[in-house]
């Protein structure tokens, strides 16, 4: 019986929650009709979790037609990873992320730089990617700074440099990013750190 009621307790708990999901994608929705943009994004961004990417589509293009640039960054990477089941399309979601990268939109730039490294979707340009993740973490985007030391520490685009790797490492542990800081602590074991006395 004790089991019965805790998984009664869960599934009340779960349909609340879905109540509160719906009830809250209800008053996005709303909102974004209104003319509030950030708020077609957040909606757009529930219905990927959903996995319902073609209306998302529809409220990331609405916000990103109204120069809302988070909803271009949305939108865009939506088409290059194919997200809520979206048709994969990365010509189209590089075009937009280029274009909201341009205008200096962090997540954008950070999609291509990242598309640039690997060579997805893109032509592999090593400095360009470089360029890229050094700016973002010189404004504390712990990924970025993660990325940038990983071409350092495989001298991809760069002269390999195992001190410099290090300083990107430890700028991303330091903005929060765990693996940033698991890959700090082996250069330092391995004596690749310089340590100023």
Not at 46 to 53: C, F, P, Q, V
Not at 91 to 98: A, D, F, P, R, S
Not at 124 to 140: E, G, N, P, V
Request: hydrophobic content about 35%.
């Amino acid at each position: 019986m004790k089991k019965l009621s805790l998984l009664f307790l869960a599934l009340i708990s779960f349909n609340s929650f879905a109540d509160d999901e719906n009830y809250a994608l209800k008053k996005l929705e709303s909102s974004c009709e209104k003319g509030e943009m950030q708020d077609c994004t957040l909606a757009g961004k529930m219905y990927i979790d959903a996995d319902k990417g073609e209306k998302a589509i529809s409220l990331f293009e609405k916000s990103c037609s109204k120069n809302f640039i988070p909803g271009c960054t949305a939108l865009g990477a939506t088409y290059y990873s194919g997200l809520g089941k979206v048709q994969t399309d990365k010509k189209k979601g590089i075009e937009i992320l280029t274009d909201a990268c341009d205008k200096k939109e962090g997540g954008a730039c950070g999609v291509l730089a990242y598309a640039y490294m690997m060579g997805d979707g893109v032509q592999t340009d090593y400095k360009k990617a470089m360029k890229i993740f050094r700016l973002l973490c010189d404004k504390k985007n712990a990924e970025a700074c993660h990325f940038a030391g990983d071409m350092f520490m495989q001298g991809w685009g760069v002269t390999q440099d195992f001190n410099l790797a290090a300083e990107h490492y430890a700028r991303g542990c330091s903005y929060g990013l765990k693996k940033s800081c698991e890959e700090y602590k082996v250069l330092d074991s391995e004596g690749f750190v310089t340590h100023s006395e």
